[in-house]
């Protein structure tokens, strides 16, 4: 197996979840608070906080992955780490809530349930488990 063809790979879909995120739940903030995909609304804070750290981070890989310098790679990671916290906070919206007024489920034009983001951000906490061992281990 070629490490660096599964990194690169990888690398692609990262960028593929950043991107889709933010067209999925960019046009659906209203007035801070995003209401549409999801059963709850969220931060539009937190939606340009995830935009913002993976283009940094994505340029940062790129660049460690070009220039094969492990120290960049390393600190690039906790980019990487904190991309992945931030969009698994973004798919709790899909959590149910028992509330007494809580609203009913809301379907978006892309599904009618949260597949493609579980698909999407678990596989990026995945993808992130493999840049820390690719980085750690020196296969860069």
């Known amino acids: 197996m070629e490490w660096s063809n599964v990194t690169w790979f990888l690398t692609a879909l990262g960028a593929v979840v950043v991107l889709i995120t933010r067209v999925r739940l960019g046009?659906?903030?209203v007035d801070g608070t995003g209401?549409?995909?999801?059963?709850?609304?969220?931060s539009a804070t937190l939606l340009r906080l995830h935009?913002?750290?993976?283009?940094?981070?994505?340029?940062?890989w790129v660049v460690a992955l070009v220039t094969g310098r492990r120290g960049v790679a390393l600190v690039i990671l906790a980019g990487w780490w904190l991309l992945t916290v931030i969009g698994l906070l973004l798919l709790a919206r899909w959590?149910?809530?028992g509330g007494k007024h809580s609203e009913d489920a809301q379907s978006d034009a892309w599904g009618s349930g949260a597949g493609l983001s579980v698909?999407?951000?678990v596989g990026m906490l995945v993808g992130v488990c493999y840049f820390t061992f690719v980085a750690v281990t020196d296969r860069l």
């Open 119 to 121: 698909l999407g951000h």
């Open 27 to 29: 046009g659906t903030v």
């Open 95 to 97: 959590l149910p809530s």
């Open 51 to 60: 935009t913002v750290v993976g283009v940094i981070t994505l340029i940062g």
């Open 35 to 42: 209401h549409g995909a999801g059963r709850h609304g969220y």
